[in-house]
């Protein structure tokens, strides 16, 4: 097989994701005549795996979408509470099917008694968390169980029931991921439909209730019932996506693509485009994947597909993964660090002029005055003068004495008069006492914007440097 | 009606799962973790399945460690994921809980030639069946009592979660109600969270392989839920949380024998009709509850 530049990529990052996946299954087949059939099946030339890979896909992306607006609301186990509460429609439609004379099997009889039920556990859960002391989550718990107890009494007695073979009405339940048929697909084409037309029309919507449901309610939106149109629609996507893939498999689809999506994004638009796009590779490559090899249940793989993405989210997700926060917070703490060393030499310049009743000049001044002006140990010291000196703050260090150089003197005495100005600030403004506000200063001066700085000297009057309020640390 | 001993062990197991369910519950439901019960018992499957392929049987005492450890990697990595990844609890729960049973499920799937293992009965259980596995037997005044392995699994983790209780009871509450409290006064809060979560974890793996994990769900949440809508003080809510569950065991049995010949069917699944009759409680106490607040 000629390998096309477009296609590198893909194979590479997918052969290392299934090599991950698939150990067993990698080391039988050559490396080639594997690469050849992963191909075939990602781009979907086989012709009986088409109709699952591209339901999951719908499903994914759907349920990304709709699972984005659960999470921010705070509610992603309901998509659990509510593939549990669907059992008992379920067992109560086949029953009724029975009665009038069907085989009790039909889907849209199933899928009805499904949303009703569903439904029903979802206003249950607002009503007891509205009229009640009791919390989300209890409430969820609540109905999930009695619902899930409820139909498994009513499947108990149906199975029973002569004449009518209620078998198969469990993998309702558990889907039937790798033999969905043309009906399956349709559904799940409407549903995607469905649900991008509602998280399109309703963002704004949506978004407010999310965000902040009190003020969505004092300017007249109608929250209540924008509450139980964002519910029918996971209810809609649970329902559907339970007959075709289980209840595991939407439950995680509903959670796992909305959270993984959060680490890239601070911007909902794009948290949904994200969460949906995620949702629809996990369904592609973890059908594609399952139908490469015997024994691999495609739910189970797709779940599996989704948490690696998750992981990966969680520690490189560029706004909130694990790795880009980390290697902020090391820097700005490196950043405080290196101000707080320029702050404590230009005072102990200052101190050195007062004392001499000369001019503030860029005086050369001891290590050890430095230690002792802030309490640092002379490693910490040492560790920081070694930054500074490697973006050229610092000069002529000898072991003994040191001396700021023409940029590090200028960077010195800006950082320097920042503090100052806030603190002036705090005692003028703030009513803070001389000598708590250098702490409070502290926290705040290695953050203030230029514009911040301009907007301090205007209301202080002042441009110059100001003295500090309080004494500037040990007497030489 | 005709009752056997069948009947009364079938109640006492579903007594005590709801005694040993209803204290670790109360403090779950305090701290807004009601789902922790059902996402610990999906995500031991692999747990099940890695320790039955590793020892070769169905030995309880195996399934039970394998169960327990992975219970426990459940609320480690929940918690791991919602303080690193800042994920909001209830989501890194459900993150974390289907993960673990898809990793299950493959493991079943693929090792089907050596694991005997239905994902469905280690979900519901079969409560009726229960009185047949039996570990002991003695005669007591020329009555033939046979000791059932679930009632005396469930009698020793009830006793163990009310002996925890007992002596943590102090630390337990200001843990729940006032984490930094309990930091301030000196012992420390994750301490008990951990404690919590693995009186839980054995709780869930003990009750859910003796009567199936829907009943285990509904033991741990709804008796401590309706409890807490009729007392506010804690020591009354645990009481009448393991009493209601109990209750509920009785009238769940009662109503699993003489409902469903009134509609013409044989039988039921006396687990779901024990979910049941814990969420007929909840009703009559939310219906006190809406009248005279």
């Known amino acids: ?476 | 009606m005709e009752w056997y001993a069948l009947d009364s062990w079938i109640v006492l197991t579903g007594a005590l799962c709801a005694i040993a369910c209803a204290l670790p519950g109360t403090f779950l439901v305090l701290r807004n973790m009601s789902m922790m019960g059902d996402a610990i018992s999906h995500a031991v499957l692999p747990g099940l399945a890695i320790a039955f392929l590793l020892s070769g049987s169905r030995s309880s005492i195996w399934m039970f460690v394998g169960a327990a450890v992975v219970g426990l990697i459940t609320a480690l990595a929940t918690q791991w994921i919602s303080h690193w990844g800042k994920v909001d609890r209830n989501a890194s729960m459900g993150i974390v809980f289907t993960t673990l049973f898809a990793l299950g499920l493959l493991i079943i799937v693929q090792a089907a030639d050596h694991v005997d293992l239905d994902p469905n009965c280690v979900l519901y259980g079969a409560l009726e069946l229960t009185p047949l596995d039996v570990v002991a037997e003695w005669t007591w005044f020329g009555l033939l009592i046979e000791l059932p392995r679930a009632a005396l699994v469930l009698a020793v983790v009830a006793s163990i979660n009310l002996l925890i209780i007992c002596v943590f009871y102090k630390e337990m509450k200001v843990a729940a109600f006032d984490p930094d409290l309990s930091e301030a006064q000196g012992f420390r809060a994750g301490w008990m969270h951990y404690l919590l979560m693995a009186q839980v974890a054995v709780t869930t793996v003990a009750a859910f392989e003796a009567v199936g994990s829907i009943i285990v769900v509904a033991m741990l949440i709804v008796p401590p839920a309706t409890a807490l809508l009729l007392s506010k003080r804690l020591g009354m809510v645990l009481f009448l949380s393991a009493t209601l569950g109990a209750a509920a065991a009785l009238m769940g049995h009662l109503a699993a024998i003489h409902f469903p010949p009134l509609l013409g069917f044989n039988g039921t699944s006396t687990a779901g009709m024990m979910a049941l009759a814990t969420g007929f409680l909840f009703v009559l106490a939310w219906l006190k509850h809406l009248m005279f607040n």
């Open chain 1, 1 to 476: 097989m000629s390998v096309r530049p477009h296609r590198i990529l893909p194979v590479i990052s997918l052969s290392l994701l299934a090599l991950v996946l698939l150990p067993v299954e990698v080391a039988a087949a050559t490396a080639a005549t594997w690469i050849d059939s992963l191909w075939r099946v990602l781009s979907l030339q086989d012709y009986n795996t088409r109709l699952v890979v591209f339901s999951t896909t719908l499903l994914g992306m759907a349920s990304g979408w709709v699972g984005t607006f659960l999470l921010l609301r705070k509610r992603a186990l309901m998509g659990d509470a509510l593939s549990h509460a669907c059992l008992p429609g379920i067992g109560i439609a086949f029953l009724i099917m029975v009665a009038l004379g069907g085989s009790g099997k039909a889907l849209a009889g199933l899928l009805t008694g499904a949303s009703i039920s569903g439904l029903l556990g979802v206003a249950a859960i607002l009503i007891i968390r509205r009229t009640t002391t009791i919390k989300d989550d209890a409430a969820m718990g609540i109905i999930l169980s009695v619902f899930f107890g409820l139909g498994i009494v009513i499947l108990g007695m149906v199975q029973e029931l002569p004449g009518a073979s209620a078998a198969g009405l469990e993998s309702f339940i558990y889907g039937k991921t790798a033999s969905m048929v043309q009906q399956d697909f349709n559904l799940l084409v409407a549903l995607s439909v469905l649900s991008g037309i509602a998280c399109l029309l309703l963002t704004k919507e949506f978004t407010l209730l999310c965000f902040d449901e009190a003020y969505g309610r004092s300017m007249g939106w109608p929250i209540g019932k924008l509450d139980m149109l964002m519910l029918a629609l996971v209810a809609a996507v649970t329902v559907v996506g339970l007959q075709a893939v289980g209840l595991i498999l939407i439950i995680a689809f509903l959670i796992i693509p909305a959270a993984a999506a959060r680490f890239w994004t601070e911007n909902l638009v794009r948290m949904l485009l994200l969460a949906g796009g995620i949702g629809a590779i996990s369904g592609w490559l973890g059908s594609s994947i399952s139908a490469l090899a015997p024994r691999l249940p495609a739910g189970a793989i797709i779940v599996l597909v989704t948490a690696f993405i998750f992981i990966l989210s969680m520690l490189f997700g560029i706004r909130r993964g694990v790795l880009p926060r980390t290697v902020a917070a090391l820097r700005l703490k490196r950043k405080i660090g290196r101000q707080h060393l320029l702050r404590a030499i230009y005072e102990l310049q200052e101190c050195t002029s007062v004392a001499d009743g000369s001019a503030k000049f860029n005086s050369r001044i001891t290590f050890a005055s430095l230690c002792k002006h802030r309490h640092w140990t002379p490693k910490a010291v040492h560790r920081l003068i070694r930054k500074a000196k490697k973006e050229d703050h610092i000069e002529n260090f000898d072991g003994i004495h040191l001396q700021l150089s023409e940029a590090g003197y200028g960077e010195a005495s800006r950082i320097t008069r920042n503090h100052r100005l806030w603190e002036r600030f705090l005692i003028e403004h703030a009513d803070i006492a001389a000598n708590h506000v250098d702490r409070d200063a502290d926290s705040v001066e290695h953050i203030l914007s230029p514009d911040m700085v301009r907007e301090l000297e205007q209301q202080l009057k002042s441009s110059a440097t100001p003295s500090s309020p309080h004494p500037t640390g040990g007497k030489h």
